[in-house]
């Protein structure tokens, strides 16, 4: 019956899932582990999880195919369900992906490189690469359902120019120490003179919204 059809194929996938885990920490232990770096484990742990229930929803996905009894109204539903399912399991594995990279990026190449500008960046470009995957599966949500993204963009932008002229005095100290990192004129420990105070301070932090420099007077 299709009944005993579907759960063939559930039981299927579910073991096709436990399979393709087994032979991801077999390759992990044997192969992963001989590398000199973490990249391969960070890329293969991330993507693990994902991959095998991803395998589960698309036997779901087959299983029901094969149900002649579910309504033809339903069918429509149940499609946009396994899109939504896709998407976020995409948005997952992007998203752990993005973390597990920077995490690696953080503690194998930050400390090997002559600069630290990368590690002061990093947190940065995490969370905005973060957002930016965020945006994206929205707008293709969005489309999925027909809804016209172009209007929340036009309001998001608005929003983000109103935004842009009340802050006007807190994104430039955030430019500005943009700046700073980048060219650099100073680091923290150098003894900096300050013209408008008629004085002197040793530099204790540099960030993106303000610098903090310690005066003769505490």
Same mark, same amino acid.
């Given at each position: 019956?299709?009944?005993?059809?579907?759960?063939?194929? =559930?039981?299927?996938?579910?073991?096709? *899932?436990?399979?393709?885990?087994?032979?991801?920490? @077999?390759?992990?232990?044997?192969?992963?582990?001989?590398?000199?770096?973490?990249? $391969?484990?960070?890329? #293969?742990?991330?993507?693990?999880?994902?991959?095998?229930?991803?395998?589960?929803?698309?036997?779901?996905? @087959?299983?029901? *195919?094969?149900?002649? @009894?579910?309504?033809?109204?339903?069918?429509?539903?149940?499609? $946009?369900? &396994?899109? #939504?399912?896709?998407?976020?399991?995409?948005?997952?594995?992007?998203?752990?992906?993005? %973390? %597990?990279?920077?995490?690696?990026?953080?503690?194998?190449?930050?400390?090997?490189?002559? /600069?630290?500008?990368?590690?002061?960046? =990093?947190?940065?470009?995490?969370? +905005?690469?973060? #957002?930016?995957?965020?945006?994206?599966?929205?707008?293709?949500?969005?489309?999925? @359902?027909?809804?016209?993204?172009?209007? +929340?963009?036009?309001?998001?932008?608005?929003?983000?120019?109103?935004?842009?002229?009340?802050?006007?005095?807190?994104?430039?100290?955030?430019?500005? %120490? &943009?700046?700073?990192?980048?060219?650099?004129? &100073?680091?923290? %420990?150098?003894?900096?003179?300050?013209?408008?105070?008629?004085?002197?301070?040793?530099?204790?932090?540099?960030?993106?919204? *303000?610098?903090?420099?310690? /005066?003769?007077?505490?």
């Amino acid at each position: 019956s299709d009944l005993l059809i579907a759960v063939v194929i =559930l039981a299927a996938a579910v073991a096709l *899932s436990w399979l393709i885990g087994l032979a991801i920490n @077999f390759a992990v232990k044997r192969y992963a582990s001989r590398t000199t770096t973490r990249l $391969d484990d960070v890329i #293969i742990g991330t993507v693990r999880t994902p991959l095998r229930i991803a395998i589960v929803v698309v036997g779901i996905q @087959f299983a029901m *195919s094969r149900l002649s @009894f579910i309504p033809l109204d339903w069918q429509d539903g149940i499609k $946009d369900v &396994f899109f #939504i399912c896709s998407l976020l399991l995409i948005y997952a594995a992007v998203y752990l992906l993005i %973390g %597990g990279l920077a995490e690696w990026y953080g503690e194998e190449v930050v400390f090997n490189t002559d /600069t630290d500008l990368d590690d002061k960046f =990093l947190t940065f470009f995490r969370a +905005l690469s973060r #957002i930016i995957i965020s945006i994206i599966a929205f707008i293709i949500l969005l489309g999925h @359902f027909g809804i016209e993204p172009s209007a +929340l963009v036009t309001t998001l932008g608005i929003g983000t120019l109103a935004i842009a002229l009340a802050a006007q005095e807190t994104l430039s100290d955030v430019i500005s %120490g &943009f700046m700073i990192m980048l060219d650099q004129p &100073f680091a923290i %420990g150098d003894r900096v003179g300050l013209q408008d105070l008629n004085t002197w301070g040793d530099v204790v932090a540099v960030g993106l919204r *303000s610098t903090r420099i310690l /005066t003769r007077d505490n």
